[in-house]
């Protein structure tokens, strides 16, 4: 989200730096930000906060600035974009068959929730509250505690 919060910036950032760094030497791959999502099935173009591709990066026409296979999606929540994150654009992410798992991080308080695909229409959701707590991600193989990406945080 362009002109987000330092919250925002502080959460999307470190979340992403995390990521490439944990996932660094395997297959899989983080972007952050800059990176376009194309879901296909419904034609939505969305720039998710930080996203997954694992193997080969699969782009929409040649064009190295959108990739239509990511396994994991992550958006930090703000006030403006809080309810279509986490209801309407979450509806169209689901018709990305590649999609295994989408984060949503609250930015003024430590709130995660976590969804995870089961079936092609079945998602579960678990939701983490302190930062002495760890984020397990069974798709990547990762297990993410949440104050390497939640602290320095200003919390309402």
């Not at 309810?83 to 984060?103: E, T, V, W």
Request: net charge negative; aromatic share 10%; with cysteine.
């Amino acid at each position: 989200m362009a002109g987000g919060s330092t919250n925002h910036a502080r959460i999307a950032g470190n979340f992403y730096a995390v990521q490439n760094f944990a996932l660094a030497g395997n297959s899989c791959e983080a972007f952050n930000s800059d990176v376009k999502v194309l879901v296909e099935p419904n034609g939505l173009y969305t720039y998710p906060d930080v996203s997954v591709v694992c193997g080969p990066v699969e782009y929409f026409q040649a064009r190295p600035d959108i990739i239509t296979n990511p396994i994991l999606l992550v958006e930090v929540l703000s006030n403006s974009t809080n309810a279509y994150d986490m209801g309407r654009k979450f509806d169209l992410y689901r018709d990305l068959p590649s999609l295994q798992n989408y984060i949503l991080i609250e930015q003024d308080q430590v709130l995660i929730r976590f969804y995870q695909r089961i079936t092609t229409k079945k998602w579960t959701l678990e939701s983490y509250s302190g930062l002495d707590e760890v984020l397990s991600l069974p798709a990547l193989n990762l297990e993410m505690p949440l104050k390497k990406f939640m602290t320095g945080l200003i919390l309402a």
